[in-house]
């Protein structure tokens, strides 16, 4: 697990990863490069209109999964944030199955 903090952006990323980019304009960017990666799922806001979306998600997406209502998230602490998350969300997901043997 990689954290701001941690700069997963410039890490080496290997196998199946988990993403879970900044919300808004700077998601593109974490998108590509998953979508360059090849192998992996992200979670982010449902904005199938945007440039984003059709080149990083659309053309190049082995499926996806539109959540019903919106999300909430957890602080820390395991308190709920007071708001949602201000939009619909989607799971991503970039390569075929893994099947283990």
């Known amino acids: 697990m990689l954290t701001e903090r941690e700069d997963g952006f410039a890490a080496e990323w290997e196998g199946r990863v988990w993403l879970n980019p900044p919300y808004g304009p700077r998601a593109a960017g974490w998108l590509k490069r ?47 944030g007071k708001a949602n998350s201000g939009g619909p969300s989607v799971l991503i997901a970039y390569g075929g199955s893994r099947v283990p043997s």
Do not use: C, D
Request: aromatic content about 14%; proline content about 2%.
């Open 34 to 80: 998953l979508a360059a990666h090849g192998q992996g799922t992200a979670l982010i806001f449902a904005r199938t209109e945007t440039k984003m979306f059709h080149r990083y998600v659309w053309r190049a997406a082995s499926g996806l999964l539109f959540l019903e209502g919106r999300l909430r998230f957890y602080k820390p602490n395991g308190i709920v």
